[in-house]
């Protein structure tokens, strides 16, 4: 059938993204969130996007204002959904938060609504039954910059019928990404799968004084040419994240996971340092060591 309308329900970061993407590709867009306050920020997020899609995807003027202000925002959630073909649902990273929410979603999504979860975390199988409509719901995961790291996870569970998979499969690609299908459920699907050991690999060396950051960051640069290290990339990603990461694993019991959440609490965050966010994490912004042209000698 394809989609028409899309309602983006979350409006933080990635969230805003999202619904700001789906409409400079010419969807219907409702962003729904839980009050004015919410909205009101999502809308000065979004004046952000615009100067940054003028700059790295060299987008008019005219194209940027269009797509923001077509956008439509809502703080009730029956009316954000009453003709929704598909919902993204990109609320707080806290399963109760996301459980409560396909609770009050299934009371008044028309039926012909797929639901989709932005969760990067989470799997399907947790959420399926309270959506209320198993078959039509999945995973759908973008990366931050969705405009520029244009990727798109979809993710099923065993419930999922395969032509809404393939109907978001299509979606993804309509809205500029490069879609990447799995088939399985999968925590971290493949990106955090391959991305969160390497970045715990690089902790470790640091928390454990084999080497400096820079150095490590060096090794990982020369020898492969990717762009950025394990250290650049955290400040990228911000290091509230993976704090919040080792804290979660220490209070599990892994002893190492500790000894790196309070590395990075004590010598980072509270300092202040977030990564790029706040102009300083492992390296100080705008101008990052690891862009120097002699940082790789």
């Avoid at 499969?169 to 969160?196: C, D, R, T, W």
């Avoid at 590395?263 to 980072?268: P, S, V």
């Amino acid at each position: 059938m394809g989609f028409k309308n899309v309602t983006v329900a979350g409006s933080g970061v990635l969230g805003s993204q999202i619904a700001f993407q789906v409409s400079f590709k010419g969807f219907n867009v409702t962003v729904y969130d839980i009050n004015d306050e919410a909205v009101s920020a999502a809308k000065t997020r979004m004046e952000k996007w615009q100067q940054r899609y003028k700059e790295d995807v060299n987008a008019s003027d005219a194209e940027v204002k269009e797509a923001f202000e077509s956008i439509h925002f809502s703080t009730d959630l029956k009316e954000a959904v009453s003709d929704a073909d598909l919902i993204i649902e990109a609320v707080p990273e806290k399963e109760e938060i996301k459980l409560d929410f396909y609770k009050k979603l299934a009371e008044v999504a028309p039926e012909k609504t797929i639901f989709a979860s932005n969760s990067s975390t989470m799997l399907p199988s947790q959420f399926a039954e309270t959506t209320g409509r198993p078959n039509q719901f999945l995973m759908l995961h973008f990366a931050n910059e969705i405009w520029k790291n244009n990727t798109a996870e979809i993710m099923k569970h065993e419930g999922t019928d395969m032509n809404v998979f393939d109907e978001v499969v299509e979606f993804a690609e309509q809205i500029g990404m490069v879609a990447l299908p799995i088939h399985k459920e999968q925590p971290g699907y493949i990106l955090n799968s391959l991305l969160v050991p390497f970045l715990d690999a690089a902790q470790d060396l640091l928390v454990n004084d084999v080497a400096d950051a820079e150095t490590i960051d060096k090794t990982w640069m020369v020898a492969t040419g990717a762009p950025r290290g394990p250290f650049a990339t955290l400040d990228v990603i911000g290091i509230r994240t993976p704090y919040n990461l080792s804290a979660a694993k220490g209070e599990a019991g892994d002893k190492k996971a500790q000894r790196v959440a309070k590395f990075l609490k004590e010598t980072y965050l509270d300092k202040g340092k977030f990564g790029i966010e706040s102009g300083e994490g492992f390296y100080n912004y705008p101008d990052p060591a690891y862009e120097n042209p002699d940082f790789l000698k």
